[in-house]
Each structure stands twice: as structure tokens, then as C-alpha cells.
Nanobody, 125 residues
Framework: VQLQACGGGLVQAGGFLRLSCAAYGRTFSSADMGWFRQEPGKEREFVAAVRWSGGSTYYADSVRGRFVISRDKARNTIYLQMNSLKPEDTAVYYC???????????????????WGQGTQVTVSS
């Protein structure tokens, strides 16, 4: 499985961006796909995830109410609509995928097997 992410950029605080991540190659009918982010010198942190089957969504507390994750089954693509962006949202954003597991693992980056290249999001104050 190959994941290709795009959509990052520079935006002012309060603005919005939409990230997309397309999956190529082998796909799974039961998978979790998500977004993580990482700032220099910090650990990668969970942002949002969606279960491919059923569409349940999960969010980090820091982005809930501002970010929306969605999936397009026909395009094997997930999206992250980021609204009301804050300077603290600045990071490299990564999309990831794994076979669906127990719900409690969906926020754990170590459980994801496939990763896309990062895309930089910079929010200026």
C-alpha cells in the first residue's frame, strides 16, 4: 500500500486548509486511516482517524470541533479539513493506514503499518 498526501501550505491564523491522502496498491475492506502530525524535536501525535468500514471518526481533543476527517471510498482517499487554524497546528502532517484493530489502538501511531510522506502545514500568527 502506498499513501500519497498533499494539501499542506502556509496560512494565517483563523484560516483553513484541506489535506488529502490517496491510497494505491493493495487496499483493505476493513482498515483504519488517520492523520498524525509532528513538530521538530517532538513525538508524532495523533490528529484524527476514520474507520474505512462504517466511517466512524476519532479526533484529538486539540482539534475536535475545528478539523473534520472524511473518506471517499470510490477514490480510496481520505481528507482532513482544517478550519480555524492556530499557530500551534504548525507541523508536518502524515497520513497513515492499518488493518482495523480494536478501537483503543486507533490513536496509536505504532500500530499503523503504512505511512505517506509528510506535508508541511504552517500557520502564521
Amino acid at each position: 500500500v502506498q499513501l500519497q498526501a498533499c494539501g499542506g501550505g502556509l496560512v494565517q491564523a483563523g484560516g483553513f486548509l484541506r489535506l488529502s491522502c490517496a491510497a494505491y496498491g493493495r487496499t483493505f475492506s476493513s482498515a483504519d486511516m488517520g492523520w498524525f502530525r509532528q513538530e521538530p524535536g517532538k513525538e508524532r501525535e495523533f490528529v484524527a482517524a476514520v474507520r474505512w468500514s462504517g466511517g466512524s471518526t476519532y479526533y484529538a481533543d486539540s482539534v475536535r470541533g475545528r478539523f473534520v476527517i472524511s473518506r471517499d471510498k470510490a477514490r480510496n482517499t481520505i481528507y482532513l479539513q482544517m478550519n480555524s487554524l492556530k499557530p500551534e497546528d504548525t507541523a508536518v502532517y502524515y497520513c497513515a493506514a492499518k488493518l482495523s484493530g480494536i478501537m483503543s489502538t486507533i490513536r496509536l501511531s505504532d500500530t499503523y503499518h503504512y505511512w505517506g510522506q509528510g506535508t508541511q502545514v504552517t500557520v502564521s500568527s
